[in-house]
Nanobody, 129 residues
């Protein structure tokens, strides 16, 4: 029973910070890349950041570069997304997903349903005064 559980979302003021966690159970993440995605109200799902199976290579979209940092702790079977300098445009449900390609060092932030086949149920992030 492969499960992903996102946590750490909530209501935060513009300029604030949050750290999201993606905890996996029923599977070991060590050999797989993981991505963070988000979906705002009335919009489609978009990629945010991803991390290679080694944890030493990452990718992110231009709108979050310099503000968001993805990391992983394989001993805890968890991937994190540190979000700083949040703006109202960051308001969305945030999801983590597993890339089925093993030993992947060059990960993608494209919403590729053939590669990202295992998704969590999301955590709500609301940025508002």
């Amino acid at each position: 029973q492969l499960q992903f559980v996102e946590s750490g979302g909530g209501l935060v003021q513009p300029g604030g910070s949050l750290r999201l966690s993606c905890a996996a159970s029923g599977f070991t993440l060590g050999g797989f890349a993981v991505g963070w995605f988000r979906q705002a109200p009335g919009k489609g799902r978009e990629g945010v950041a991803c991390i290679s199976y080694t944890g030493r290579e990452t990718n992110s979209v231009g709108s979050v570069k310099g503000r968001f940092t993805i990391s992983r702790d394989n001993a805890k079977n968890t991937v994190y997304l540190q979000m700083n300098s949040l703006t109202p445009e960051d308001t969305a449900v945030y999801y983590c997903a597993l890339d089925r390609t093993p030993w992947l060092r060059i990960c993608t932030v494209e919403v590729d349903k053939e590669r990202y086949r295992y998704w969590g149920q999301g955590t709500q992030v609301t940025v508002s005064s």
